[in-house]
């Protein structure tokens, strides 16, 4: 079908929608090509162990694996596509977080007080649409988003590069932004 169309032949399937429906139930049904596998939360902890994070690249590299796991976040909802192009209407920004203490909401700067992050996530598979998500600090665990984010920031102000509202979580130290590839 979609040969003939881009080839601005008529559609073979007008008129025979039980054919297509057909079809499409049938693809959906198929597995998927490639199955992905979870990362495991050992892993996250390998990587933290081996990163210094007390650099802006590790500090990055330790809370995007740390955020997009726990988040359950698709790459593009908070990483810039793999061509490096970041868009902000998409993509989470640090204006997209909430820092709460206690429930109460805490402003950016003194994040590090902070017991609980939300986000807001604006990308939805297919469509655009709004969401929030929280999580609770655990001070137990050595993936802890919360605490890696926090790292960020401070990593972040000791090298003198204080995150704006509008910028990617995940800037790099040349201003480019993470990416799948990278």
């Keep these: 079908r979609w040969m003939h169309v881009r080839d ?4 073979p399937f007008k008129g025979l929608e039980t ?7 049938l693809e959906k049904n198929q597995p998927p090509k490639e199955p992905s596998a979870a990362v495991p939360a050992k892993l ?3 990587i933290i162990s081996v990163t210094d994070t007390n650099s802006i690249t ?3 590299i330790v809370s ?3 955020l997009g796991f726990w988040f359950l976040l698709r790459s593009i909802e908070y990483l810039a596509a793999d061509c490096g192009v970041f868009d902000p209407a998409r993509s989470l920004t640090w204006g997209d977080l909430i820092f709460r203490k206690e429930g109460e909401i805490t402003p950016q700067h003194r994040c590090t007080e902070a017991d609980e992050l939300t986000i807001t996530v604006y990308s939805g598979k297919g469509t655009l649409h709004t969401c929030t998500r929280s999580l609770k600090a655990n001070p137990d665990s050595a993936t802890c988003v919360l605490k890696w984010i926090k790292n960020l920031y ?3 102000l000791k090298h003198n590069k204080a995150p704006k509202t509008g ?3 995940f800037r790099k130290a040349d201003g480019k932004v993470l990416t799948r590839s990278n």
Excluded: H
């Design 167 to 169: 910028d990617s979580l």
């Design 154 to 156: 401070t990593v972040l």
């Design 8 to 11: 601005g032949k008529p559609d």
């Design 44 to 46: 996250l902890e390998l």
């Design 64 to 66: 995007a694996a740390t």
């Design 58 to 60: 590790g500090a990055i």
């Design 19 to 25: 054919l297509s429906d057909w079809l499409s139930e």
